[in-house]
């Protein structure tokens, strides 16, 4: 878990694991630095999940990425970026307000007579230096990147919205409850803490609706998997 973003950090050792050094280096660099880091967290999940419900997480979103139905954008202003992607302006301004961690934003590309819904997440330079420096927060936060990712591959969006966000949160709560006993001196953050708290058992969590847990597809079974 501690080694999960060892190959990028090696590949990115010139851009830096500081966040002025981040913000410093050629844009290109650290964009490129971003996406290898997000592709080790997917593949951590994936390959090295503690249980099948993060297995399966880290795979669809694995697969999704393989589909183009996921793409990554490095921005030092979400704001912006969501606006750009065509968030309204009043939502932009709220959910999008925290510079310093990943977004997700939903959106939808017309393909022939189909128009597949997709995602697109934005990652701030403080998630190239936080996978180099916090391994096990930022693999939490991949976690509820991935849920939410899922949701869509799993037509969540539209079935039950109410519960993306609870979802997530609880996601990355089954992920950090299992990196607590696996590195007991990780030293975690208010946030992570809270999470643990809201939610001691993970997605299982008595919080959680029964409702809000579903069995997903797997990578092969997507309506438009054309690189299958």
Avoid: C
Wanted: no cysteine.
């Amino acid at each position: 878990m501690l080694d999960a973003f060892q190959i990028p950090s090696r590949d990115h050792f010139t851009v830096g694991k500081t966040i002025d050094a981040v913000r410093r280096a050629p844009f290109e660099k650290a964009a490129r630095a971003a996406g290898d880091f997000f592709t080790s967290g997917v593949a951590y999940l994936a390959n090295r999940g503690h249980d099948p419900f993060i297995q399966e997480v880290g795979t669809v979103t694995w697969w999704t990425v393989n589909q183009r139905r996921v793409l990554t954008a490095y921005t030092e202003d979400m704001k912006g970026a969501a606006m750009q992607l065509g968030v309204p302006p009043e939502i932009a301004l709220t959910a999008y307000s925290k510079n310093d961690e990943p977004h997700v934003v939903f959106t939808a590309r017309k393909s022939g007579l189909l128009i597949p819904e997709a995602a697109y997440v934005l990652l701030p330079p403080e998630f190239v230096v936080n996978a180099q420096t916090q391994p096990v927060e930022t693999l939490a936060t991949m976690a509820w990147i991935g849920s939410q990712v899922r949701d869509m591959a799993n037509g969540r969006l539209l079935l039950d919205p109410k519960y993306l966000n609870h979802r997530a949160n609880a996601t990355e709560a089954h992920f950090l409850k299992q990196a607590v006993a696996e590195h007991p001196d990780v030293e975690l953050s208010q946030n992570s803490q809270a999470l643990l708290e809201a939610f001691p058992d993970g997605i299982f969590s008595s919080r959680v609706s029964p409702a809000a847990i579903y069995k997903g597809i797997t990578g092969t079974e997507f309506q438009q998997a054309p690189n299958n």
